[in-house]
């Protein structure tokens, strides 16, 4: 099993920023070293993380590997909202029990389409990643995170 059902926090994991001796930043992945990033700034290396971090993760799913638990620390970063739910799906397969026949008998699709919603290099459309995971019995959730607005300078 890739993850537990009540893991709130899945596919987020700590990450390490510092900034590069020649300029911008570098940002790495304790628990998962594959996944390194950089940016001209901390924002732009933070995103490019999110990216690296899902393309590290849906590779070790395709490789057959179990994904690394992660550790405690400090910031955590999630992965990018389509690898997540693409996460969540290979997941929910994983724990379900459930033949590929099933699963497209479930949602009324045919085995070469569900074999690439499974498959983690594969990109799919969001819709049919929710339809996967409603025919398992699970949903998936965001949270939106918007930056604190900053005061406008009031004119002298």
Request: net charge negative.
């Amino acid at each position: 099993m890739y993850v537990r059902k009540d893991d709130p926090s899945r596919w987020v994991y700590p990450v390490h920023l510092e900034a590069m001796n020649e300029g911008g930043f570098l940002a790495t992945f304790p628990d998962v070293p594959e996944a390194i990033a950089s940016g001209d700034t901390r924002e732009a290396a933070m995103h490019e993380a999110r990216k690296a971090l899902g393309i590290a993760l849906r590779g070790a799913l395709a490789d057959g590997e179990a994904l690394p638990p992660a550790s405690d620390g400090t910031p955590r970063l999630a992965v990018l909202v389509a690898d997540g739910l693409k996460l969540s799906v290979i997941a929910a397969f994983a724990s379900a029990g459930l033949s590929q026949v099933e699963l497209a008998k479930r949602i009324g699709r045919d085995g070469k389409e569900v074999r690439r919603i499974l498959d983690a290099s594969h990109h799919t459309k969001p819709a049919a990643l929710e339809d996967a995971l409603a025919a398992m019995g699970a949903s998936a959730t965001m949270d939106l995170h918007l930056p604190e607005r900053q005061q406008d300078p009031v004119p002298a």
